[in-house]
């Protein structure tokens, strides 16, 4: 899981992010859409766990993950994040983690809120294709 370590300063890095941008078809991300849901992970990361914090984005066997070394969330709060409204921290608005599953859903993905290495939250998204350009002949 040591791909894409990064301490993140509100700045997304190129990484496993460009490899799954693409011209959009069912699972493959278009790249504004993309780039949402990093911004809005990132922007968690460090609202919940402050400027420190190491956020990991690496490949899964279907899709990827964005982790972080966070305080995590509960599990029986974890299906929550994902309803509007929702932020169980004293900032945020509640929206942000809407967004990342609207995206998901859009492109036919599923997101699952998880334990990181470090006990901080992992999201990851299945039923995400590379591009035709990435694929191994």
Do not use: C
């Amino acid at each position: 899981e040591g791909e894409g370590d990064a301490k993140e300063g509100g700045r997304g890095r190129k990484n496993e992010e460009e490899r799954m941008t693409g011209e959009q078809s069912a699972g493959v991300a278009e790249e504004r859409s993309l780039r949402h849901v990093f911004e809005n992970l990132f922007g968690n990361s460090l609202t919940h766990a402050g400027p420190e914090t190491t956020v990991r984005v690496g490949p899964t066997a279907d899709g990827f993950y964005v982790a972080d070394d966070g305080p995590g969330v509960d599990p029986e709060r974890r299906e929550l994040v994902f309803e509007t409204g929702a932020s169980f921290g004293d900032t945020g608005s509640g929206i942000g983690l809407v967004v990342v599953e609207t995206v998901a859903d859009a492109h036919d993905w599923t997101v699952d809120l998880t334990e990181s290495w470090a006990g901080g939250a992992r999201f990851e998204f299945a039923g995400v294709e590379r591009p035709e350009t990435d694929r191994n002949p």
